[in-house]
């Protein structure tokens, strides 16, 4: 991955060959558990969707990214390290918990600038995708038919945004700044509009 400052990233990876990542409510808790631990330090992280075999984040990148570390033969920036860590830390606790071996993820994790996004679609202003990024990272447990509604589905960021709960690992200010997000207007009809692969805006 490569990861510039004062940027906003849609980032993503799923399970390799589509198989499952998270089997239970725990395997939810550990994942955001170790995204604390090994991302979190090193960005901000803006909106989140696990789902039972991928990932999405949405994060704000700044000068922390600026930064190299040595990993054996590689130079890699702290966050691209982190989440190196954070693949490798879940699938070793998930092979250990159900006894299998070999990887979990697929080989490597996505990560598309919302910014190079808008410079391709200048009909877009910046506000538009990152928003329309926001809504659509809250809308997949819907589209994928798991839930009904958004504030059904547990593993999401949806929640702490319609304060149903008051979760830490969100940055609401910069959702302020960057999504129109507001506190007092913010329920489930604001995430109506969604960008499918950020090529064309629909209502859903």
Not at 127 to 132: E, G, I, K, V, W
Not at 152 to 161: A, G, H, N, T
């Amino acid at each position: 991955m490569n990861f510039v400052p004062d940027n906003l990233y849609h980032i993503f990876n799923q399970g390799n060959n589509h198989q499952k990542i998270f089997a239970n409510h725990e395997d939810y808790l550990i994942f955001m558990r170790e995204m604390r631990v090994c991302i979190c330090p090193f960005m901000e992280l803006i909106a989140y969707c696990l789902m039972p075999n991928h990932f999405h984040l949405m994060s704000y990148v700044d000068l922390r990214v600026a930064e190299r570390i040595k990993q054996g033969g590689l130079t890699l920036d702290p966050l691209t390290n982190g989440f190196r860590k954070l693949l490798s830390s879940y699938t070793r606790i998930h092979n250990l918990k159900y006894q299998r071996s070999g990887s979990l993820f697929r080989q490597k994790t996505k990560s598309k600038c919302l910014s190079d996004k808008i410079l391709l679609n200048p009909q877009y202003s910046f506000q538009d995708y990152y928003q329309n990024c926001f809504n659509y990272i809250h809308q997949n447990p819907v589209k994928a038919s798991l839930v009904e509604r958004l504030e059904d589905w547990e593993y999401s960021s949806y929640k702490d945004y319609a304060r149903l709960r008051n979760g830490t690992l969100c940055n609401k200010t910069l959702a302020e700044k960057y999504c129109n997000y507001q506190t007092s207007t913010f329920h489930e009809d604001s995430c109506c509009l969604v960008d499918d692969s950020f090529g064309r805006m629909i209502m859903i």
